[in-house]
């Protein structure tokens, strides 16, 4: 077999989805496969997006600062690829900024929303 032949990334990616079939089923059954608890899951995102979203946004606008000052030493077509990438994570920290904001509506929402489905079905 000859491995100069084929596409080495696609071979580590098998690989990966071959290791994971293997592994993941192995870690369940070693947890007591302990069911998915929705509530608990919301709650734990939230809170997460709560504490290290504004932290994460300030550092992407930081960088972002750092790329467009940086990019105004090159020349223009350099120039044109740092400004797109801090644009991009300009606007990457500001969808960061909002969902940080907005995660605790999200998850009251959510919250209600499967409570009141979850008690619909159950009826």
């Not at 946004?57 to 350099?78: K, N, R, T, V, W």
Request: proline residues 4%; positive net charge.
């Amino acid at each position: 077999m000859d491995l100069r032949r084929y596409d080495y990334p696609k071979i580590k990616a098998l690989l990966s989805i071959c290791t994971a079939a293997i592994i993941l089923p192995r870690i369940a059954r070693a947890q007591g496969a302990m069911p998915l608890d929705i509530m608990s899951t919301l709650g734990y995102i939230q809170g997460l997006l709560t504490h290290i979203g504004p932290i994460l946004s300030a550092i992407l606008f930081i960088i972002a600062g750092m790329l467009y000052a940086i990019g105004q030493l090159f020349p223009s077509h350099q120039r044109a690829s740092f400004h797109t990438t801090a644009g991009d994570m300009i606007m990457g920290a500001i969808v960061v900024a909002v969902l940080s904001v907005t995660a605790n509506s999200f998850a009251l929402a959510s919250t209600h929303l499967l409570s009141n489905g979850t008690a619909a079905n159950l009826t």
